[in-house]
């Protein structure tokens, strides 16, 4: 499914992001990726999203290495991959349903498709309600849904969660981990970095601890391992 050779990355100012990291995640995985500030988990996402280029190595979806991709191509291989922020990142100027059918719409999916997909997921996490209100008119926890939901409608073999629940009480953020933990049981690989240590320790899914930019554990049924 995923699969880093090698990756490393080093910035401008000579800063060694990640060190010749050697990963493979398996379709239908939940790994948390863990490590302090500056251990090189967003320069990791960022790798995987093609926002940024490795500088050596090799980083494989599906069988496809994405650091040879011409630019044209890297639209087609996002399309694969879901991605929720820990800042929402909603549209203040649409509404639930607008939000959500956003994602669709820069795919050029039918109006058909999104007149299905659309209420679909929003009734996958809890929204179908409050499909007519604007982000400014529902709580953090709710616009976090519809985060889920936009990152979801296209059905992408590849969630990445940003800190997701970063801005959430811990209720709430139960509540989102328990949506998450639905969408990995129907199929789809979660990659989700993360402070929360109660959530990480709880759940027991695989834990890649990163530190320095260097992976300093990978381990089944993981532990978050850290006291931030």
């Not at 500030?37 to 995987?48: D, E, N, R, Y």
């Not at 044209?72 to 203040?92: A, H, N, T, W």
């Amino acid at each position: 499914m995923i699969q880093l050779k090698k990756v490393t990355k080093i910035y401008d100012n000579n800063v060694i992001a990640l060190s010749n990291i050697d990963i493979t995640i398996e379709k239908g995985e939940f790994v948390f990726l863990v490590g302090p500030s500056g251990a090189g988990k967003s320069t990791f996402v960022k790798i995987l999203l093609k926002e940024t280029k490795a500088t050596t190595g090799s980083v494989f979806l599906d069988g496809t290495d994405i650091t040879t991709l011409r630019r044209k191509e890297i639209p087609y291989v996002r399309r694969k991959i879901g991605v929720v922020f820990q800042d929402f990142r909603l549209i203040d100027s649409l509404n639930v349903y607008e939000n959500v059918a956003f994602a669709l719409r820069v795919t050029e999916a039918s109006a058909k498709d999104i007149k299905k997909k659309v209420p679909y997921v929003l009734d996958l996490v809890g929204l179908s309600k409050k499909h007519m209100a604007f982000p400014n008119e529902i709580s953090g926890g709710e616009k976090q849904r519809v985060s889920l939901a936009r990152a979801i409608v296209n059905n992408p073999t590849l969630l990445i969660a940003d800190e997701p629940t970063g801005n959430l009480d811990p209720e709430t953020a139960l509540g989102i981990m328990d949506i998450l933990n639905d969408i990995n049981k129907a199929g789809t690989t979660i990659i989700m970095a993360t402070h929360a240590k109660n959530i990480v320790d709880s759940m027991k899914k695989r834990v890649i601890a990163l530190e320095k930019g260097v992976l300093v554990r990978d381990e089944q049924r993981g532990r978050y391992g850290y006291e931030d």
